[in-house]
Each structure stands twice: as C-alpha cells, then as structure tokens.
C-alpha cells in the first residue's frame, strides 16, 4: 500500500525549532519529488516546500524562506522539514505530499497525501 | 504568484442534482509545449488529508467515480459533480501546478441540501 506518515509535530515557543519527518512506503519514493503542505486550523491549504527526487531542485513559499529547510534521505524513503524561528502563524496541520508529473519532466501535482502532523507555536 | 479563487464560497445541492464549482487563474495556466493546463482539483472530507480528484484540469484520478468531472481551459475551470451523494459533502479544493508557487484556491464548501 502505497503510504505517507509524517512524524514530529508539537507543541514550540514562538522562536523556537521542529523538524517534521514523513515516512515513505508502498513506491520507490526516489523516483518522486515530494511536498510539504500545511492547512492553519479551519483555513484553507498553502504550499510550503518542494524538493525533486534526487535533492537537485529546492522551493519554498515567500512566507517560509530562510526558516524552513526541506530535504530528503532516499536511502531511509524519508522526506524533512527543520523549522526555524517559528511563529504564531507557522501553527497548522503539515502534510507531506508526493508530487507526480507523469514523466513530463515539468511541475507535479499531488497525488498522495499523509495524515498530517499537527504544529503548534505558542508561549 | 498565480492567484487562484474560486466561486461559490459555498453552496447546498440535493442529493443527486448537479453541483458546480468555478475555479480562475490570475494568469494562464496552459503549458503550450503540450497544451496541457496546470490545474487539479482536490476533495477534503473533514479531519481527512485532501484527495486528489482531477489533473490536468480534465483527466479524473483512478478510482474517481465518474460522477466528478473538471473543465475548462487557461485562466477558467469549472468541477462539476453530476449527482451529488452523500459522500461528496467536503471542501474543494482547486490548484495550479503550472508555476512553483503551487498556489490553491482558498475552497468551497458543498453540503446537502
């Protein structure tokens, strides 16, 4: 079965850092680009990061840049995100999500997703 | 960055009438090297992770009852599903692939009416 499960959401002080991980099964995960998404607490989805399957292609949304760094271990079939200065507005639920193109070579979507982690950024 | 909206905010069908969503693009969305747009549609029941539904604004992921169907080209789409159940009470969710922005619409809720 094909599987995402990401790990390492809590509870952090504003300033503070995370590091989320998303377990990969089911696929050769070095094949895919991979993503992270995050949804704040009754809002809507926001793109945070994208990284291409061998690590040479990195993303990140304007709102994350120079805090978040996004990697991957193909070895280990595991994806990351290490948050840094975290904020207020960084509290969401973190999905990873696989990025599919269909061999086009350009932009993926997403086609599966895990369940998410939970951050939260409070004093 | 692409900006995406998306119209209704919400809305309530009966069971097995027709629901429709509208979805635009701030800028086009088509790729002309293989006149395929960049567009997907994404189903999040609640507590749930999205789902993916359509691709290339058109093309219904396997698995996908054939009930749900994407349209549309460029800047306009539109997610039409053709008898709502009971199941398909969610947010909907469309997104361009086409910049590295990845922007998603900001939703619309259907319910049962």
């Known amino acids: 079965e094909v599987q995402l499960v990401e790990s390492g959401g809590g509870l952090v002080q504003p300033g503070g850092s995370l590091r989320l991980s998303c377990a990969a099964s089911?696929?050769?995960?070095?094949?895919?680009?991979m993503n992270w998404v995050r949804q704040a607490p009754g809002k809507g989805l926001e793109w945070v990061s994208y990284?291409?399957?061998?690590?040479?292609?990195?993303y990140y949304a304007d709102s994350v840049k120079g805090r978040f760094t996004i990697s991957r271990d193909n070895a280990k079939n595991s994806l990351y995100l290490q948050m840094n200065s975290l904020r207020d507005e960084d509290t969401a639920v973190y999905y990873c999500?696989?990025?599919?193109?269909?061999?086009?070579?350009?932009?993926?979507?997403?086609?599966?997703w895990g369940q998410g982690t939970m951050v939260t950024v409070s004093s | 960055d692409i900006v995406m909206t998306q119209s209704p905010d919400s809305l309530a069908v009966s069971l097995g009438e027709r629901a429709t969503i509208n979805c635009k693009s701030s800028q086009s969305v088509l790729y002309s090297s293989n006149n395929k747009n960049y567009l997907a549609w994404y189903q999040q029941k609640p507590g749930q992770p999205p789902k993916l539904l359509i691709y290339w604004a058109s093309t219904r992921e396997s698995g996908v009852p054939d009930r749900f169907s994407g349209s549309g080209s460029g800047t306009d789409f539109t997610l039409t599903i053709s008898s709502l159940q009971a199941e398909d009470v969610a947010v909907y969710y469309c997104?361009?692939?086409?910049?590295?922005?990845?922007?998603f619409g900001p939703g619309t809720k259907v319910d049962i009416k």
């Open positions: 999500a696989r990025g599919e193109d269909l061999g086009t070579t350009v932009l993926p979507f997403f086609d599966i």
């Open positions: 997104q361009q692939y086409y910049s590295t922005a990845f922007t």
């Open positions: 089911g696929f050769t995960f070095s094949s895919y680009s």
């Open positions: 990284i291409s399957s061998s690590s040479s292609t990195i």
